[in-house]
């Protein structure tokens, strides 16, 4: 049903910033809500924020409030994250997801997955 791809992934250094985008070639709902995810070797996969698709309603996680910001595109189907004042702990696979019917930092709500992208950033 919804297919999504993501890009922006990359290394930077402490205090900079990366832009992810993942885009969506299948239909999103008007009930759907768009999250994005994050796992760091040996950790358990952890929510970083969550938009839903409709309203543009947000929600993050503490961890990256005030540093990262989720936006989307309903126009071309894209969500973002902004992540700036990086820090090391931020290292991790980044992973955009979609839920239907959903509004919330449970990932096992959220039934379709990106391939996920790579963040490193350094000391």
């Known amino acids: 049903q919804v297919q999504l791809v993501e890009s922006g992934g990359g290394l930077v250094q402490a205090g900079g910033s990366l832009r992810l985008s993942c885009a969506a070639s299948?239909?999103?709902?008007?009930?759907?809500?768009m999250g994005w995810f994050r796992q760091a070797p040996g950790k358990e996969r952890e929510f970083i924020a969550t938009?839903?698709?409709?309203?543009?309603?947000?929600l993050y996680a503490d961890s990256v409030k005030g540093r990262f910001t989720i936006s989307r595109d309903n126009a071309k189907n894209t969500v973002y994250l902004q992540m700036n004042s990086l820090k090391p702990e931020d290292t991790a696979v980044y992973y955009c997801?979609?839920?239907?019917?959903?509004?919330?930092?449970?990932?096992?709500?959220?039934?379709?997955w990106g391939q996920g992208t790579q963040v490193t950033v350094s000391s």
């Open positions: 997801a979609a839920a239907d019917w959903y509004f919330g930092g449970s990932a096992t709500h959220y039934s379709y």
């Open positions: 299948g239909r999103i709902f008007s009930s759907s809500a």
């Open positions: 938009i839903s698709w409709s309203a543009g309603r947000t």
